[in-house]
């Protein structure tokens, strides 16, 4: 595999103002999975219980998901449950039950130890660098974290950081990481704790890309019926990692357009409850919409601009 994530697989209860759903497929190896994998083919290191549906696997398959890194183990799967206002941006977790991922311990498959493209999902640092020590040819590592792990075991947390070419991760968290409000200042700061390069996921409000003293920044896709956010980070990090995947090009204009493809798969992602809108999405579909992100930011230079008296 050239391509691999490592995150959790789980079933979700969600609640929005526009419905809900109780155990749907959720974990960001599976919403990872089914984004990258309109651009390249991914394989996944997770676990599951006893409880979790055939047909959830049935469904990455057909999805050209490669699944020699599931393992299966006595138990329930990791439950997570939410609830949204009509602030999507905000949600109130309801439980959490770690169930067979408290144990998990991440073994990659030997199909997958010479993946050039690793993605570390947002699982406990002392994990991602159980990951790092069996990866042995990775040209790009990519990494999300949170801010539990960022409070809570920092050190460890400070080792992957060290090791990972770079770090996807939303504005609340970066501000909560470098230290500081401003997240262009924050960008630079992480860079110093060893990713070279930073995206930072502000939601509605669009994607900002950090490398060598060079910013990119892709707005949202204004969607408007957006149902459910959940997962559309994931998504993001699935479609920036594949298409690089895809593309096997790390110039700056290939991450930049790697920042794009991760929003356009985020748009759909939050347009249905679940992976729901990515298992009926159409590749013409991902490229009409990723046209129409570029007529949205492009725009002539202001050429009338006049000087004033002096």
Known sequence: MNLIVVGSVGLDDVETPFGKVERALGGSAIYFSMA????HR??????????????????????GVD???????????????????????ER??????LNVFEHFRPSLPADYVNARW??????????????????????????????FWIEGK????????????????????????????????????????????????????GALLYRDESFFYAPAFPIENVVDPTG???????????????ADDLSWEAVCQAVVAGSTLASFCVESFSVHRMTSLEVSAISQRAQEFRRLTHFRGLEAVRSLPG
């Open 154 to 205: 920092p050190d460890a947390l400070r080792k992957v950081l060290g090791r990972v070419d770079a770090l996807l991760l939303n504005d609340g968290e970066a501000r909560q990481l470098a230290g500081v409000a401003n997240i262009v200042t924050a960008a630079r700061k992480i860079t110093e704790m060893g990713p070279r390069l930073v995206v930072i996921k502000r939601g509605e409000y």
């Open 92 to 97: 109130d977790t309801l439980f959490t039950h």
């Open 118 to 147: 690793v993605f570390l999902g947002n699982i406990d640092p002392e994990l991602q660098l159980q990951v790092l020590e069996q990866v042995s040819s990775a040209r790009f590592v990519a990494m999300d974290t949170m801010n």
């Open 232 to 246: 559309a980070g994931d998504a993001f990090a699935g479609g920036f990692m594949g298409y690089l995947a895809q």
């Open 36 to 39: 990258s994998a309109f651009f």
């Open 67 to 89: 699944l020699q890194g599931l393992e299966k183990a006595p138990g329930e799967t990791f439950r997570w449950g939410g609830r949204y206002g009509f602030d999507l941006n």
């Open 42 to 63: 991914p394989g996944f290191v997770g676990v599951v219980g006893t409880d979790f549906p055939a047909e959830g696997i049935r469904l990455l398959e057909r999805h």
